[in-house]
């Protein structure tokens, strides 16, 4: 039984060929695995059969000598199998160099060191922007190489052929999908990023003939053939050195034949190539260049996808794999054809990755199934709102500093009638201070690890503070704490949610505000300052996370009769103070609707006030402060003028 040391086992193709040659039981497998994978390789490995013969060392190909224990490995090893890499063309340049590159090098001192066969998995990548035949004893043709990810794997490669010490082989697989049977893959990645807009052309008449531009040719294969090839050839022919195998497709479909093999598969028109690729692919090279550029990439990211993505959409290149073909074929490894696996490629990614999922509301009503939190959820206007989520069949998390408050608002919560027809929503209760920005990343990573997802964060938690600046000169630290709790909690939660919500490319962020903020009344100087800070934070953030389906609401909200207010006696008797029933449904419609602002007519009237009639609005605001007064409190009479919102 031969040894072999596997890096990047733990990754897309490295799990399936560790699968293979661990059933195989022709080999003792050693995994190289970073620390922080452990557990989920472990996980992956019960499942697997034969997964006794695997072993798994911690280290990492970035380090010096892999940063393993020198004890880890076999005194007698084999066969050391490179599979680690970083795949993500959208990677920064220097993580794939300390990567690809250095990682590499590593991985090739390792293997010349224990006299092992170094087995390389590399990519058609190398071959960058060359025209014509690109054969398995090609390499370094001068070809052009258009992104970072082109340059790493070509350097990577260039680093195993210096080697000639060293016995190696070199595996170039062409883009690699799902499993041709199951359709499945780990991530959205190379023409996957495509699948969401090719779906948009199923509103067009299936017999509709459409026009595309010849892009050209691309290459694809399916990860149980990359796999299947690599455990075949590993073995085969020992006495072989310095071999190269391409694991790509002999007869590669262009890109509107790989359309027209998906658009079954969501009802989409045929396409025909409209404009020669004679004419098509000198835009495409100009494209990569100057403001051309930079209008494309940014019309990449509008629809999330990679910029770098582009420059690898099709090949100039003619991969050539006749000599591997017949390798192949002599072991038995064939390659389907790109329209039979396609149905199960685009079944796969509709029903797993289409994101689209996650922003439509469900056909029993707008609430039902989505997981809301609301902070300020154990009181007042977010205990109303978390009341009518509840009752519409939303999951609502609520966050709140005082556990034992939270503990009974969700036995009340609990016994919400829900709507007719609608099954009640589930409720869970995490205590946090959304003023401590830890807690609140912890929060957010327990609540996602729980519940699996955050549809909508509702920043409801506040304080309120009703105080004249003279009788604040020696109070700085109110605004302070004011924006601790109003400004930066809601930072806090959002800063800590919005790379959950990029990933799902779906989420809401409603945010409870002021009129306040439109009035800029007397009185409530800290306050309105912390609010209309949120408003500002919200309004630039929503322009940059538009893309990425993230949306904002801001509910101007007056006066509520809410614990917050209670320290305020002349409140009480003031006419025209809104109910928390009657607040939380502005919350409700900003969650359903998702306006970008939530005015009331109160609002409203005193925005135009300010900006039609400045003076008169100024002097207005002025006799009101004037006829008023700070209430004892607020003139130290009385421990705290403050009243805490976040229980």
């Not at 300390?98 to 590399?122: D, F, K, P, Q, Y």
């Not at 390798?327 to 329209?339: E, I, N, R, S």
């Not at 004011?482 to 909690?489: A, E, I, S």
Request: proline share 6%; net charge positive; with cysteine.
């Amino acid at each position: 039984m031969q040894t072999i040391l596997i890096t990047g086992g733990n990754g897309f193709i490295g799990r399936r060929v560790l699968e293979r040659l661990a059933q195989s039981g022709e080999y003792t497998v050693f995994a190289l695995i970073r620390q922080r994978s452990t557990h989920d390789f472990a996980s992956f490995l019960s499942r697997v059969d034969g997964g006794d013969r695997v072993f798994t060392v911690n280290g990492d190909i970035a380090e010096p000598g892999l940063g393993l224990d020198p004890t880890a490995l076999p005194q007698q090893l084999d066969h050391v199998l490179h599979l680690a890499a970083i795949y993500d063309m959208d990677a920064s340049a220097a993580a794939q160099h300390r990567v690809n590159i250095e990682g590499t090098r590593n991985v090739v001192e390792l293997a010349h060191t224990a006299g092992a066969t170094m087995h390389h998995v590399s990519s058609i990548a190398v071959s960058g922007d060359h025209r014509g035949r690109y054969t398995e004893t090609d390499f370094d043709l001068g070809q052009p190489l258009p992104t970072p990810y082109h340059q790493t794997k070509f350097e990577a490669e260039m680093t195993v052929r210096e080697r000639t010490d060293l016995t190696w082989r070199i595996y170039r697989p062409a883009i690699v999908v799902g499993d041709a049977t199951s359709g499945r893959i780990d991530k959205v990645d190379g023409p996957y990023y495509f699948f969401e807009s090719l779906a948009l052309l199923s509103v067009l008449p299936s017999w509709l003939p459409v026009p595309f531009p010849n892009l050209g040719k691309t290459n694809i294969v399916p990860v149980d053939f990359v796999a299947d090839s690599i455990c075949a050839l590993l073995p085969a022919d020992p006495d072989k050195q310095h071999a190269v195998y391409h694991l790509s497709d002999p007869n590669p479909p262009s890109i509107t034949d790989m359309y027209n093999a998906l658009s079954p598969s969501f009802g989409g028109p045929r396409a025909f190539n409209a404009l020669p690729n004679g004419l098509v692919q000198p835009l495409v090279l100009r494209s990569r260049k100057g403001r051309l550029r930079t209008a494309r990439d940014a019309v990449a990211r509008g629809r999330n996808i990679p910029p770098a993505v582009l420059d690898a959409v099709s090949f100039s290149a003619d991969f050539r794999a006749d000599a591997t073909s017949r390798t192949l074929a002599d072991l038995g490894v064939t390659l389907p054809a790109f329209p039979d696996y396609a149905p199960m490629i685009w079944s796969y990614w509709r029903d797993r990755l289409d994101t689209r999922a996650n922003r439509q509301p469900s056909a029993d009503g707008p609430l039902v199934g989505r997981n809301i939190l609301i902070t300020g959820g154990s009181s007042g206007i977010g205990k109303a709102t978390a009341a009518m989520c509840v009752a519409r069949g939303a999951n609502v998390s609520i966050s709140a500093r005082d556990p034992a408050h939270l503990t009974s608002t969700v036995t009340e919560l609990l016994a919400v009638a829900p709507k007719p027809g609608i099954t009640r929503g589930e409720v869970h209760a995490y205590p946090c201070d959304v003023a401590d920005e830890k807690a609140c990343r912890e929060l957010v990573a327990r609540i996602v690890a729980e519940q699996d997802h955050v549809d909508v964060l509702v920043n409801n938690a506040g304080h309120s503070i009703r105080r004249e600046a003279f009788n604040s000169v020696d109070r700085a630290h109110d605004y302070r704490r004011l924006m601790d709790v109003n400004y930066f909690g809601t930072v806090n939660l959002t800063l800590a949610l919005l790379p959950h919500m990029r990933r799902r490319q779906a989420g809401h962020i409603v945010n409870v505000t002021s009129v306040a903020v439109q009035a800029h009344g007397p009185r409530f100087s800290a306050y309105t300052a912390s609010k209309s800070a949120i408003e500002a934070f919200s309004d630039v953030v929503a322009v940059e996370t538009r893309s990425s389906h993230i949306t904002f609401s801001n509910v101007r909200l007056p006066l509520t009769k809410t614990p917050m207010i209670a320290p305020t006696n002349s409140y009480k008797r003031l006419p025209g103070v809104w109910s928390t029933e009657k607040s939380a449904a502005r919350v409700l419609h900003a969650i359903t609707d998702r306006p970008a602002t939530v005015n009331t007519a109160q609002g409203n009237l005193i925005g135009f006030a300010r900006h039609a009639f400045p003076k008169t609005t100024g002097r207005a605001m002025t006799a009101t402060y004037l006829m008023g007064a700070d209430s004892r409190a607020a003139r130290g009479e009385r421990s705290s003028a403050t009243h805490d919102f976040r229980r």
